[in-house]
C-alpha cells in the first residue's frame, strides 16, 4: 500500500493535470484500503476474506462549472483520460453561482497533527480466527444461548489523501480493527437474538473476546420469555447503543444542505435552546486515536473541537464552502469527501458530555417506564421532527429493570424529546457517536 505522502502526491499529480487541461481549479481525493475478515461459526471456520483497493475522485472547476469523475486504473493514460473527460463534462454543466474550492486562507497549513491512528495493521488471519472463535466460545457458554449466528473478526488500513489547486496537499493513515459475536437463546417462536461487538483503530485497544462474547450471551438471555407494554405515556430510556441516533437526527437537521433547502425541523434553531439546559454536545476531530478522527476536512480545511450544542443552545450549524456560502457564512470544517460527487458534511468524534447522575438514580423514580435497547425501522420526518419508532427493551417498574418487552412503538416528536432529555453519567467511548444513557420524559408507547 502507497505511504500516505504517496498517496499525497498522486492526488497532487491529477490536480496539476487538470489545470494543464484547461480547469481553472481542480480538487482530487485519493483513497486506498486493505482489509482482511475472518468469520466462524459453531467453532468452525466460515470465510476468509481479503480485499484491497485504490481509487482516484477529480473534481474540476471551469468557471462555476463542475464536475466529477473516479478511476481506480490509477496508469498514467487512465488518469489523462479521466481529466479529459471531467473537464469536458464541466463545460457543458450547469452554472452553479456556489461552486468552488474552499477558502485558501482557511486550509490547513504545516504538519498535520499527530492522532495516532495507525499501528501498521499487520495481524495474521489465524489470529483473527483465535480471537473469533474465543468470542463465539464465550457467548455460547452463557446458560440459555442455544446457537450461534456466528463471530468475526477484521482487520483494516486506509490511506487518504487530499490536494487542490490552490495549495492544499496532505496524507494520512488509519488502522481499525473489529470483533464481533451474535448467539440465539432459547428455542422455537421463543428465541431470541442479540450480539456484541467493539472496534478500536490500534490492535491493543480493541477489548478483549471474552468480554464481548460472554456480552452477546447475556444480552440473547436477558430478552427471553417477552412480555407487552401497557399503552400510555411515559419516560423512555435510552441505552448508549441507541441513544447515539437521537443525536444522530440532530446533525441530520443542521447539516448546510438540510439548511439551505429549508428542509430541517431546526431551521429557526441556531441560537436558540433546542435541547434541556445543561446538555453539550461536542464533536473532536483531534481525539487520539478516535474512531473518526481526521488531522483535515474533506476540502482540506484545518479542523478543531467544537461545541455543537453548549447548555442547550445550538451553537452552529455544520458546513461545507458551497452551503456556507449559499448561507452567507463560513465553512465549519466539516465537510466530508469520498472518492465521487463533490463534498457533504459529516461530523467526526461526536459526543453527548455526561450528565451528573448515576443510571440507578435517573431511573430511580420512574414508576412505570421502559428502557429501550433495540429500536427498529425508520419512522422520522426530517421537515417536522415528527418520530415514530418500533422498539425492544425492559420495563422499568418501581425505578427498577425489569422483564423484557418487545413490538412496541414509542413516538413524539424530536423538539420536544430534546427538551425533556436527562443524560445519566456514565459515558463510555465506544463507537463514532457516543452518549450517555439518556431519559426522554412524556412519550407516548403503544404496544403491538
Sequence with gaps: MLTPEQARDRAAEIVARARAAGADAADAVFAADAALEVSVRLGQLEDVGRSESEELGLRVFVGRRSASVSTSDLSG??????????????REAPEDRWAGLAPEERLMHGAPPMLDLDDGGEIAPEELRALALAAEDAARGVAGVTNSEGAGAS????????????????????????????VVAGEGAGMQRDYAHHGARLYRLLEGAEAIGRRA???????????????????????????????????????????????SFLLDGLGERVMAEGIRIEDDPHRPHGLRSRPFDGEGLAVSPTA????GVLETWL??????????????????????????????????????????????????????????GSGVNPVTGDYSRGAAGFRIVGGRIAEPVAEFTIAGNLKD???E???????????????????????TVASG
Excluded at 77 to 88: G, N, Q, S, T, Y
Excluded at 241 to 259: E, T
Excluded at 308 to 311: G, L, T, Y
Design 308 to 311: 455543537i450544542v453548549e447548555d
Design 77 to 90: 493514460d487512465a488518469m489523462d483520460r479521466a481529466v479529459e473527460r471531467a473537464v469536458a463534462m464541466a
Design 155 to 182: 482487520a483494516s488500513r486506509i490511506v487518504t489523501a487530499l490536494a487542490t489547486s490552490h495549495g492544499f496537499a496532505a496524507g494520512y493513515a488509519a488502522t481499525g480493527y473489529g470483533l464481533s459475536a451474535s
Design 417 to 419: 424529546m430534546y427538551r
Design 319 to 376: 458546513l461545507d464552502s458551497a452551503s456556507a456560502r449559499q448561507l452567507g457564512l463560513e465553512p465549519t470544517g466539516h465537510a466530508a469527501r469520498g472518492t465521487s460527487g463533490a463534498p457533504g458534511v459529516s461530523t467526526s468524534n461526536l459526543y453527548m458530555v455526561a450528565g451528573h447522575v448515576p443510571v440507578d438514580t435517573l431511573i430511580g423514580d420512574i414508576a412505570d417506564g421502559v428502557y429501550v435497547t433495540e429500536l427498529i
Design 217 to 263: 450471551g447475556e444480552r440473547a438471555v436477558a430478552r427471553l420469555n417477552p412480555g407487552r407494554l401497557a399503552s400510555g405515556a411515559m419516560p423512555v430510556v435510552f441505552d448508549p447503543r441507541v441513544g447515539s441516533s437521537l443525536v444522530g437526527h440532530l446533525v441530520s437537521a443542521i447539516a448546510g444542505s438540510a439548511i439551505t433547502r429549508r428542509t
Design 421 to 443: 432529555m436527562t443524560p445519566a453519567n456514565d459515558l463510555e467511548f465506544r463507537y463514532g457517536v457516543n452518549v450517555p444513557t439518556l431519559r426522554v420524559d412524556g412519550m
